[in-house]
């Protein structure tokens, strides 16, 4: 089964991501991880990457969709794959049919004021760099409970920042979602809920999408 994620960032995402890996052994596929990881392997693909963000300019979709090929020919790709971040327009919807069949599109979907109360309250660790919840962990003190570092908050994770990121996120993402719901493959789940709730609403949706 080939499944596309989307949701805003803050949406629980990564949460969902690792426990259907856990569960289900689908492939994660993050463009992200991708580019990180054929530019530091300086692949063919990655030097050609590195050159356009050297450039400062966006790395073309053509460019992305062959890292994509080259990593859904992968051995641990044939048993399913879980899209993260991409596609993220109508353009790369396109790109990824000419590739990819989708099963199953998972929509999390969670308000402005969720996703900016679970982002505003992150903060990271200076030292080993890890991510930590004020709220969900009951921190009360800048200091890590990982190494004892100094904790501190990123600049995309102040309020302001955060609403902007999820602007550019409803003009430029949610069109594909109204795609996927025209062929009938959208499942939406409420990720207002806490995680454990929403990723039994998931997993009640592969397990039906499997029979």
Same mark, same amino acid.
């Given at each position: 089964?080939?499944?596309?994620? +989307?949701?805003?960032?803050? *949406?629980?995402?990564?949460?969902? *991501?690792?426990?259907?890996?856990?569960?289900?052994?689908?492939?994660? %596929?993050?463009?992200?991880?991708?580019?990180?990881?054929?530019?530091?392997?300086?692949?063919?693909?990655?030097?050609?990457?590195? @050159? !356009?963000?050297? =450039?400062?300019?966006?790395?073309? /979709? @053509?460019? +992305?969709?062959?890292?994509?090929? /080259?990593?859904? $020919?992968?051995?641990?790709?044939?048993?399913?794959?879980?899209?993260?971040? !991409?596609?993220?327009?109508?353009?790369?919807?396109?790109?990824?049919?000419? %590739?990819?069949?989708?099963?199953?599109?998972? !929509?999390?979907?969670?308000?402005?004021?969720?996703? +900016?109360?679970?982002? $505003?309250?992150?903060?990271?660790? =200076?030292?080993?760099? *890890?991510?930590?919840?004020?709220?969900?962990?009951?921190?009360?003190?800048?200091?890590?409970?990982?190494?004892?570092?100094?904790?501190?908050?990123?600049?995309?994770?102040?309020?302001?920042?955060?609403?902007?990121? %999820?602007?550019? &996120? &409803?003009?430029?993402?949610?069109?594909?979602?109204?795609? &996927?719901?025209?062929?009938? %493959?959208?499942?939406?789940?409420?990720?207002?809920?806490?995680?454990?709730? $929403?990723?039994?609403?998931?997993? =009640? +949706?592969?397990?039906?999408?499997?029979?």
């Amino acid at each position: 089964m080939n499944i596309v994620l +989307v949701g805003a960032p803050g *949406s629980g995402k990564g949460t969902c *991501s690792t426990e259907l890996v856990k569960d289900y052994g689908f492939a994660h %596929i993050s463009t992200g991880d991708l580019f990180r990881e054929n530019i530091k392997q300086q692949t063919k693909i990655g030097k050609i990457a590195q @050159e !356009y963000i050297n =450039k400062g300019m966006l790395v073309p /979709d @053509e460019v +992305v969709v062959d890292m994509l090929k /080259d990593r859904l $020919s992968k051995p641990d790709a044939q048993n399913g794959i879980l899209l993260d971040g !991409y596609p993220r327009n109508l353009e790369q919807v396109k790109a990824l049919d000419a %590739i990819c069949k989708v099963d199953l599109v998972l !929509y999390l979907n969670a308000s402005m004021e969720t996703v +900016v109360g679970r982002l $505003s309250t992150r903060r990271m660790c =200076k030292n080993c760099k *890890s991510i930590w919840n004020t709220v969900r962990d009951h921190l009360t003190t800048n200091v890590c409970p990982g190494c004892g570092g100094e904790l501190f908050q990123r600049d995309d994770d102040k309020v302001e920042s955060i609403k902007k990121r %999820i602007m550019v &996120y &409803y003009d430029e993402t949610l069109p594909i979602v109204d795609e &996927y719901k025209r062929r009938g %493959i959208v499942a939406e789940i409420n990720a207002n809920n806490d995680q454990f709730t $929403s990723y039994k609403e998931i997993k =009640k +949706v592969i397990n039906e999408k499997r029979k």
